[in-house]
């Protein structure tokens, strides 16, 4: 498809860069077939992540003449599907990047088990939390990457 072969080019001349998408599952008159080219859509072009919503009918909209179509069961196995699909490119995009260092713009203190952690997001849109003895907040500074922690990855800061 034209969108792939686009995310295809811009990967090309920017190898690191966060593609990421929002995807409506079961849109009124979404057909078993469209919901497989939408996966292999999502499959191909490997979003670093994906915001998955189930259709529901809002009013005073377009769509909510169109009744809700898609069955509840259906809509969830299709949900679960991309989820799981999303859940893989994310950890295989975060785990690229492990053992570089990225810029990070630090944005707020977390509190954790093991004291507090800053969180910010690298260059590339990659969540990520480190330690720190003075406060990083709205400071970009340079950090190693270091491990994932579910959907995120513990950093070293190194500023």
């Excluded at 189930?54 to 989820?83: I, N």
Aim: proline content about 4%.
């Amino acid at each position: 498809s034209l969108y792939a072969e686009i995310a295809e080019m811009i990967r090309r001349i920017i190898p690191d860069v966060s593609i990421t998408t929002d995807v409506i599952v079961g849109f009124p008159g979404e057909s078993d077939d469209d919901f497989r080219e939408t996966y292999a859509l999502c499959d191909r072009v490997a979003f670093s992540a994906m915001h998955l919503f189930p259709y529901s009918a809002r009013p005073g909209t377009s769509a909510a003449h169109f009744g809700d179509g898609v069955d509840p069961e259906t809509k969830g196995r299709r949900m679960a599907e991309l989820l799981a699909l999303s859940r893989r490119h994310a950890a295989a995009f975060r785990a690229r990047f492990l053992g570089s260092t990225r810029t990070v713009l630090w944005e707020g203190r977390r509190s954790s088990a093991d004291g507090d952690r800053w969180s910010g997001l690298t260059d590339n849109y990659i969540r990520v939390v480190g330690h720190s003895a003075r406060p990083l907040a709205n400071e970009i500074t340079p950090a190693l990457l270091v491990a994932q922690e579910e959907d995120l990855v513990v950093a070293q800061v190194l500023r």
